[in-house]
């Protein structure tokens, strides 16, 4: 088993569940993504760069959906929250399967690969 599998199936409920869909999904609609176990957490690249990672950050209650590249998205989808003022990553914050919106998360999941494709560093900002 990877560390990537092992790190969500030794999570609690709701949180396992919510990792377990969102991977899911992530894989259903890029099927070229890679996945690695890096900081200690699932983080997923696309064509070598960082693009997004599940964490669930101490004292919350929800799946932290981050987009490495979020503040480039965040004009387009007020969804994405910036907690503890980061700099470029901007994230989804997954409480419940019930509350995620799939159809959202898939054209940002989409959009998120364009901007990686016509970025020329790893990096967009």
């Not at 560390?3 to 409920?13: A, F, G």
């Not at 997954?94 to 799939?102: I, N, P, R, T, Y």
């Amino acid at each position: 088993m990877n560390l990537s599998n092992q790190h969500i199936l030794n999570q609690k409920e709701p949180y396992q569940s919510i990792m377990l869909y969102v991977r899911s999904v992530i894989f259903k609609t890029i099927p070229t993504i890679e996945e690695h176990y890096k900081y200690k957490v699932p983080y997923y690249t696309h064509n070598k760069k960082p693009m997004l990672y599940l964490n669930i950050l101490k004292g919350t209650n929800f799946v932290d959906v981050a987009f490495v590249q979020g503040i480039l998205l965040e004009e387009k989808y007020d969804q994405l929250k910036d907690n503890n003022n980061r700099k470029q990553v901007r994230s989804l914050q997954v409480k419940s399967l019930e509350d995620f919106d799939e159809l959202l998360f898939v054209q940002l999941l989409k959009d998120a690969t364009i901007f990686l494709d016509n970025s020329r560093r790893s990096w967009g900002i």
